[in-house]
């Protein structure tokens, strides 16, 4: 976050008195200090939430060409890396690299199921039987 908690302070009070200026003369006085309070609350609140917009936009840097800051190492989260790795011919067509190739992969078998298969022709006789079986048992 940019600032301190006056920075909230500060624009809470300028918020509230212009609020108070405003109501007091079409309120009565109970009604004018209770504005007065809750808008002071709440531009308090609001301010840590710029405060915070704020510090993030200003935050955001790019990588050095180096690779690090110029002070030395770059805190975690510091920067952001806006570049893709480079990609190479075999990983951009989903194969793996060739050092990949040369590992072993003794732990690793594919899996191979069988193909599916039309049974045999049944006979018709049998097939004919089996239809009136079924009809035979849908009428009980």
Do not use: C
Not at 56 to 62: M, P
Not at 95 to 112: I, M, N, V
């Amino acid at each position: 976050m940019i600032g301190t908690w006056r920075w909230n302070l500060a624009a809470a009070s300028v918020g509230g008195f212009i609020t108070f200026l405003l109501s007091v003369t079409q309120n009565i006085l109970l009604t004018t200090f209770l504005r007065t309070l809750y808008s002071f609350g709440i531009l308090f609140v609001l301010a840590y939430g710029f405060r915070w917009v704020l510090g993030t936009l200003a935050g955001i840097k790019s990588i050095p060409e180096d690779g690090g800051s110029a002070s030395g190492e770059a805190s975690p989260g510091t920067y952001i890396d806006l570049l893709t790795p480079e990609e190479s011919g075999d990983s951009a067509n989903g194969r793996p690299e060739a050092a990949e190739e040369g590992k072993d992969h003794s732990g690793f078998a594919p899996l191979s199921p069988p193909r599916l298969a039309s049974r045999s022709k049944l006979a018709s006789e049998t097939l004919a039987k089996a239809v009136r079986q079924m009809a035979d048992e849908e009428g009980r």
